[in-house]
């Protein structure tokens, strides 16, 4: 019985990983490789970096000007302490 269920067991391992090989996902949700991919440039920096205590006028003419030269907030990380920004390349 034990060897059964082992043998069953690899079978449907063996099964779905060729299964999860094929893309069932329906068309409208299936991507293709862009022909132009697009590059960015991006930088982090520390959360302690950041006068918190200045207000937060200071903190959003800040980001303002960063939104000026085309950087766009993408993470803030208060538990790794990061704030990351990213803009097109060129």
Not at 52 to 75: C, F, H
């Amino acid at each position: 019985m034990r060897a059964l269920l082992c043998g069953l067991t690899m079978m449907l391992l063996g099964g779905s990983s060729a299964w999860a090989k094929d893309d069932l996902r329906p068309a409208h949700q299936r991507f293709t490789k862009p022909e132009q991919v697009r590059e960015w440039q991006q930088f982090c920096r520390k959360t302690s970096d950041f006068d918190l205590k200045a207000g937060p006028d200071t903190l959003n003419s800040y980001l303002v000007s960063l939104g000026k030269e085309g950087w766009e907030l993408v993470l803030v990380d208060t538990q790794v302490g990061m704030v990351c920004f990213k803009r097109p390349a060129s």
